[in-house]
């Protein structure tokens, strides 16, 4: 037997039934979820950093929304959030790299 204890997205239980194997599950508490979703955008993340595979950013953005929703905020709204942040400050398009910042009399 295999310990995970981690979050996993909805269908997993059922594609490891499917597989002829069984597996044990709960429902996590507000609380726990939060918890949990951030663990998974770190494991997501490291997965990304890991493999460089651009269907990983999929995942990540899958918890995102997640997050987004777990915050009683929807997709659209962080992209909102995004956008303003973006027309305000720019985004990374440039590919500045900030390298010193001094004082403007120095």
Request: aromatic letters at 6%.
């Amino acid at each position: 037997m295999k310990t995970y204890n981690k979050l996993v997205r909805d269908k997993i239980p059922q594609i490891i039934q499917a597989d002829g194997k069984r597996c044990a599950t709960r429902v996590l508490s507000d609380e726990e979820y939060l918890r949990a979703l951030k663990a998974k955008l770190t494991e997501e993340v490291a997965e990304y950093l890991r493999s460089d595979d651009f269907e990983e950013l999929a995942d990540v953005a899958e918890v995102l929304r997640a997050l987004s929703a777990a915050h009683g905020q929807n997709p659209e709204t962080l992209e909102s959030v995004r956008d303003a942040k973006y027309r305000e400050r720019g985004g990374f398009d440039k590919k500045i790299f900030l390298e010193t910042v001094s004082d403007g009399d120095k």
